[in-house]
């Protein structure tokens, strides 16, 4: 069987398989576990998967917005992972941030794939939008707390800056097809994401 096949068996087809690692790598850090990956080490793939799947998959969800296609995401992001694990760079970010922006990134472009086939044209999606997102980075608490933090900001913003922001953010979407979905002129969906994500950063700058 190949090395795809196997790691196709440990993720599993559109479900969120759970394979207990063994007792010697619990306290193996996640670059750790990404070196030994590089190495073909299956058992630290394992083990990468079963810290990571849960978190990754309800961002997956979110984007995507169809569970179906979420769990295929999902896949892909690990086997890409599974292939790319020597290219990790400890000193560009954590693990978690590692893992996070590669699901982001395939959840995105699924959504696009998927206009496509209808048709629609997406155009990259803002640099800034997506520099506004949290850094998964942390254990599991730290995580829990970023999320809320950011949810806790976006419902400081008014309604107008936060519905556009989600909408890039989240949703996927370019500036013009914001406009074009909230029948608003272009300009002010620009100047609404500027001032949201300028107020964001002042939300997330202050001592909690």
Known sequence: MST?????????TGALCRVRASASEDGMTGADLIRRMAEGDREAFRNFYDRHARQVYPLIVRIVRDRSDAADVLQDVFWE???SAASYDPARGTPEAWIFMRARTRAIDRVRSIRRRSETFVAPVDERVAAAAPDPGGDAAERAEDRDLVTGALGQLPDAQRQVVELAYYGGLTQTEIA???EQPLGTVKTRIRLGLERLR???????
């Open 4 to 12: 795809r096949g196997a790691v196709g068996m440990d993720l599993g």
């Open 202 to 208: 002042e939300v997330l700058k202050r001592p909690q």
């Open 180 to 182: 074009e979905r909230l």
């Open 81 to 83: 992972a599974w292939q």
